[in-house]
């Protein structure tokens, strides 16, 4: 099987509780999932060329605080699990930027298991 990956994107005030990585590492071995935890911040000297051109609250998303988290799997099972927990706990990212950067079939997933779990999607 193909491996799975979701970017999960969620912006300050987004989550319901903080993201921690000592959680995290509790999901990566229940599950066996590759996880990983980025905080991303507008690169310092970037271009107006170099910033993608959608906009969100007004600010190009390389303008904006975003924490990522990264699930990679080849069990669907393990995947579609995680993913569940994360929107659990979290709740599911903001749709349109939420999943950016995902494989296709892991964007397709991520997405039914939002809108099965809150309905944001």
């Known amino acids: ?37 980025e905080q991303v911040s507008v690169p310092s ?6 910033m993608a051109r959608e906009e969100t609250m007004g600010s190009t998303i390389e303008e904006i605080t ?15 699990e995680t993913l569940r927990e994360l929107f ?9 930027y939420g999943t950016w950067g995902s494989s296709e079939r892991g964007k397709n997933i991520a997405d039914d298991l939002m809108d099965e779990n809150d309905g944001w999607f």
Do not use: C, N
């Open 88 to 96: 659990h706990t979290y709740r599911s990212p903001r749709p349109v």
């Open 66 to 80: 975003q924490t990522v988290i990264t699930v990679s799997s080849d069990d669907e099972g393990a995947f579609r």
């Open 1 to 37: 099987m193909t491996e799975l990956v979701a970017k999960l994107r969620w912006f300050p005030g987004d989550p319901l509780v903080e993201i921690r990585e000592d959680d995290l590492k509790k999901l990566r071995d229940r599950y066996g999932v590759s996880l990983s935890l």
């Open 45 to 50: 000297g970037m271009t107006e060329e170099e």
